[in-house]
């Protein structure tokens, strides 16, 4: 070998030892995720209590929770014990909806799990109560509809079913699957 090549040849090996850390580094840096932080609530509430409002002024639905915690980019809030109260007309009773667990989404869609119990305030109506352990709940048309077991109740009659579609607005409900009628005297 001759200097000139050995001059390259050491000039390479200098540069290569000098790149080494460069070579046999980690080309993935731990970074925060976006999924990391989606997963820290943006605001968290404790007894919670709102108000919505329609157009024109009449009151649309209240709700209440023990615990609310909003994700901005999940882009859906979780209440804890929520109880929603959704008014129809100024002349009608509302309705009552509690559950254990319940999830809002951004298009006013609520998903409510366990122990769901809807309550019509108006001691007249046909149907009193309807019982589930899973519902949803369309906030802008105030349609209800669930398709797991289900128990309706009026003052005469328990009503078993496997699922169910209901228009608080018109107060008409459609069973999915009808199971069974029971009719009572009093």
Known sequence: M???TLSIALLFFIILLLNAPFFSSDTETPQSTDTN??????????NMQSKLFDKKGDINHMEFATKMEHYDMLGFTLFSDPEYTIYTEKSEQPWKINAIEGT????????????????SLNEEDFIQTIETS???VDLTN???????AVKIFGRDYVIASNGFHANLLTRKIELIDHVQTTYTRN
């Open 134 to 136: 899973y519902i949803e």
């Open 142 to 148: 105030k349609t209800v509809s669930s398709d797991q």
């Open 104 to 119: 809002l989404y951004g298009d006013d869609r609520i998903e409510l799990e366990q122990n769901v119990k809807i309550t």
């Open 37 to 46: 932080e989606a997963w820290i609530p943006n605001y968290q509430a404790k």
């Open 2 to 4: 001759n200097r000139i």
